[in-house]
C-alpha cells in the first residue's frame, strides 16, 4: 500500500518508532521492516510549520505551557499533514472522541473534526484499504 500511496508515514512519526532501542538488546522485527521499507512508507514532504501552529493554537490552546506541549507531542503534525490535501488523506489513531477534554487533553478525533480532516480507526484502515492475508487472498 506504501508503494501505491495509499498509506503513509510522516517522517517525524517514523523517526519516533526506529529510535528507541530494541529492549535488552534484541532486534525488532517491525522496526527492522519499517527500516526496510522507509521509502515506500514515509510520506516524501515537510510538515507546513504554519498549519502545525495553527492546528495547535486552534485544536489545543494558543497558551500551551512547555508540559502541555510535551504532552500532546506530534499530534499537530498528523492534523497539518492531513490539512495539506483534506479530500484525500486521514488521520489514523487509537483514540476514541472525548470532546469534553480541552487543552493538551484533547484527542486526535476531536480535534481533527474541529478541522473537517477525516479521522479513523486502524480496523476502519484495513477495510478501507481492503487489507487482505495470504489466506484470504487465495481463498483457502
Avoid at 522496526?31 to 501552529?53: M, S
Wanted: contains cysteine; hydrophobic residues 35%.
Amino acid at each position: 500500500m506504501g508503494r501505491l500511496d495509499r498509506i503513509k508515514i510522516p517522517p517525524e512519526f517514523y523517526e519516533e518508532v526506529i529510535l528507541p532501542p530494541p529492549p535488552k538488546n534484541r532486534p525488532d522485527p517491525l522496526v527492522e521492516w519499517l527500516k526496510t521499507n522507509k521509502n515506500a512508507l514515509v510520506l516524501d514532504e515537510e510538515a507546513d510549520a504554519e498549519l502545525v501552529a495553527r492546528v495547535t493554537e486552534q485544536g489545543y490552546a494558543n497558551n500551551l505551557t512547555d508540559e502541555e506541549i510535551e504532552k500532546i507531542g506530534r499530534d499537530p503534525f498528523l492534523v497539518a499533514y492531513a490539512l495539506v490535501d483534506i479530500e484525500n488523506r486521514s488521520v489514523v489513531t487509537t483514540e476514541h472522541s472525548s470532546p469534553k477534554r480541552r487543552r493538551a487533553n484533547r484527542k486526535l478525533p476531536d480535534v481533527c473534526d474541529d478541522f473537517s480532516v477525516h479521522c479513523i480507526n486502524t480496523f476502519a484502515l484495513i477495510q478501507d484499504l481492503d487489507f487482505r492475508t495470504g489466506w484470504r487472498a487465495t481463498g483457502l
